[in-house]
């Protein structure tokens, strides 16, 4: 391989490298397994921190969130929750789909592939801070570039990790957005049910107490 | 992983139950404002119990369900007394002046029917107009009794629903131009000239539009007449409650909030169509607090600031020229100060709201406090964009109620218009004003530019020649490795 690098690359700048480099860096990684677990979690650790920190930072005429209210173990259960229901769907559909990625490659894939969006947030909190509301609309560019770029990674991370074709590919990240949606259909239902629960030991504890 | 997602779920679970509840917008005895965050928040009274006039003050027999109020420039008072059929006539220290209670009409007595709703005195030609309601007809009288104009319903094809002609409020303007609401048309209030000739509708309410007119309007282009009459959703504009004639030849109108109302309260210009911005009146309805308000009567003063009445909550409601609420008193209740069925209010010219009180039978009059006055002085300030002057106001405002984001925002455009840009910055931060907010940030950095140019412009010019000079430097440092190289191969060799 022409760019070996990587051999001698420490796993924590890889995903840098990966950023640049989606295609190589993805092969390596599938080839080598150097998806590091450490890695992934360092990763979305960081993402947690920084989604938390824009909610809280980003000035105050440009930001979308109340900065006040912002709870930081609502974010941390949101973002590790998201990380693990996009995993989740695409490993069950990948396993049916012959896929030869493994759960803690998906896992990492779907990391790296936060690292734009990540970094757009921090450079977003310190550019709000000179930008006003009319400046916005550039601002919005850059999230929407992040977000292709995120997109772009995972779609190609997927790609290599399954051995997937283009077409492949996209079918099954379709896949991915049906899966997250049951997923959640089925976690919307397992939690009225623990609220329903909850209210009926609330209520037989207040039928004792009041016996 | 599923003892995992449990546990997921089971902290998402803790922090749903954590949050407060939403604070309850509606206290009756004590003033709120609502605060950035369009919660209530407790406030001073802007309005204070002056005085109450009922029939033992004034020494005569009692009052019988009172049903309208009005006031004129010389602050006398006109009480239409519908119970006991008769107008009593109140001076400004509030004692009685003359009871109209029998009314002649060409040498004929007449008598108003059981409930008349509305009441106007026209200064101009000093008469008082009455809606005489049960009797379909419009009286028009002076100050002792003797009619001069008995208005019937007027000769139109426009008014024939087969339901009787019921006026119920009415206002004249400097023509002598009547605008006569009546039950059962909806269609705004009739305009009809002193030859009781009809010359068409004025201020029909604007229906909102709602997801729900939208999907009835798509599914009748789609269906066929018939089916189309057999439609039970009908969108018909609400009709209007009341209606108040200010100097300023604009005519104020209030409708109760329902679903299909775009704008409860309405300022109308003499085309009719409404010059106010703001259509949400009243308190906001959360999960709390549902009573939907019926408004009954507005009024309003010479700068442009208009207080309605609410009769589900008895709570008055102040608003300036620009729709910010201003203040909220009153409330049900038997103290003084509180309503049982709140039907009209009038404002004097000493700024004093008297409300009348159709179940209690009094009139309530109340008066501004140091309070109110102050935020009354500053929005005039204000609203004028005399920022700086206000400035002052609002920080006498601030010493009584932290909470009136108003005057933080009012105390941040002083600073803005000052240049003290990072103050002005924390002013409307506190006040939850984004867009001053981003103004005044803009403001700032511009500043921050301009003094330190030529410093931001030497360095602009270092880094452009640097990135000219990049090539030269790379292929320079790789000349010198590169000879350091061979002179080291020298040396080795």
Known sequence: MKRSGFQMMSPYVYPFYIMTHPKDGFQEMKMNKKSSLSVTILIICAYTLVDMLYRKMVDYDLNIYDAKEVSAVRVMVITVATFFVITAANWCWCTLLDGKGKYQEIFYVVACSMLPTLMMNVITIVLSYFFAAADLIFLQYLAIVAKAWTLLLMGVGLAEIHDYSAKKTLFSMFLTVVGIVIILFLAMLLMSLFQQLYLFVVTVVLELKYL | ?493
């Open chain 2, 1 to 493: 992983m599923r003892r995992l997602f449990a546990l997921l779920l089971g902290i998402s679970l803790l922090a749903g139950l954590g949050q407060p509840a939403n604070a309850q917008a509606a206290q009756i005895d004590k003033a709120y404002t609502y605060n950035e965050d369009d919660k209530a928040v407790p406030s001073p009274n802007s309005y204070q119990f002056k005085t109450i006039i009922n029939a033992q003050s004034l020494g005569i027999d009692s009052f019988s369900s009172a049903q309208d109020l009005f006031v004129d420039s010389q602050d006398q008072i006109y009480l239409l007394d519908s119970g006991k059929k008769r107008v009593i006539w109140i001076d400004e220290n509030y004692e009685l002046v003359h009871i109209i209670d029998s009314f002649t009409w060409k040498d004929e007595p007449l008598t108003l029917a059981d409930g008349a709703q509305g009441i106007f005195y026209r200064e101009a030609t000093q008469s008082l107009y009455i809606a005489d309601t049960n009797n379909n007809r419009i009286i028009v009288c002076d100050r002792t009794g003797a009619v001069s104009q008995v208005y019937t319903k007027p000769e139109t094809a426009l008014l024939d629903n087969g339901l009787p002609y019921a006026p119920t409020k009415l206002v004249v303007d400097e023509l002598g131009l009547m605008y006569v609401l009546t039950l059962n048309v909806n269609t705004g209030a009739l305009m009809i000239d002193s030859e009781n000739q009809f010359l068409g509708f004025y201020g029909v309410n604007a229906i909102k539009e709602t997801l729900e007119l939208k999907i009835e309007h798509m599914w009748r282009s789609i269906m066929n007449t018939t089916q189309n009459s057999q439609s039970e959703v009908s969108f018909q504009p609400t009709e209007l409650a009341n209606l108040y004639w200010s100097d300023d030849f604009f005519i104020y109108a209030v409708s109760p909030v329902t679903d299909t109302v775009e704008s409860p309260v309405v300022k109308l210009n003499p085309v009719g169509e409404n010059v106010l911005d703001g259509t949400e009146f009243g308190d906001s309805p959360d999960e709390e607090y549902e009573d939907v308000p019926i408004f009954t009567d507005i009024t309003a003063d010479a700068g442009g600031v208009f207080t309605v009445l609410d009769l589900t909550s008895g709570k008055i409601y102040q608003y300036d020229e620009e729709c910010t609420l201003m203040t909220v008193f009153g409330g049900l209740g038997y103290q003084k100060g509180l309503y049982q069925l709140p039907v009209a209010i009038e404002s004097n010219s000493g700024g004093d709201i008297l409300v009348l009180d159709a179940k209690k039978n009094t009139i309530t009059v109340m008066e501004q406090t140091y309070y109110g006055e102050k935020i009354r002085e500053a929005l005039f300030l204000y609203n004028d964009g005399l920022y700086e002057e206000a400035l002052e106001c609002w920080f006498e405002i601030l010493r009584m109620n932290a909470n009136y984001s108003l005057a933080y925002v009012g105390i941040a455009e002083a600073y803005l218009s000052m240049g003290e840009y990072r103050l002005a910055m924390d002013y409307f931060y506190q006040g939850g004003d984004k867009d001053g907010y981003s103004e005044a940030k803009t403001a700032m950095w511009r500043e921050v530019l301009r003094n330190s140019f030529a410093f931001v412009a030497a360095v602009v010019v270092v880094i452009m020649l640097l990135i000219l000079c990049y090539d030269g430097i790379k292929k320079y440092s790789k000349l010198t490795v590169q000879t350091l190289k061979k002179k080291r191969k020298g040396v080795e060799s």
